[in-house]
């Protein structure tokens, strides 16, 4: 098994004022933008993909898991959210 160094999200600090607790709109500016709470950081080395041979095993993880207020869960990168 191989890592890929196709890293999507790996190496990112933490946008300001983002934490779990913290409020913050994701997608900001699309037509997806949502509201809602931070619930886990999976910390800022979890975007690399495993791939054996040329077969992507599983895709970059997401950094943010935020429940929207709406009652969805999202998995989002930090360039995706912005602290309210």
Partial sequence: ???SDKADSGGESAPD???VTA???VYPSTEREAHG???DDFGDGVGIPVEIG????AGP???WAVMLDDDNLVFVDSHQLVAE
């Fill in 61 to 63: 993880a997401r950094r």
């Fill in 23 to 25: 409020r913050v709109c």
């Fill in 17 to 19: 004022g983002v934490a």
């Fill in 37 to 39: 709470v931070v619930v």
């Fill in 1 to 3: 098994m191989v890592m």
């Fill in 54 to 57: 040329s077969n992507v095993i």
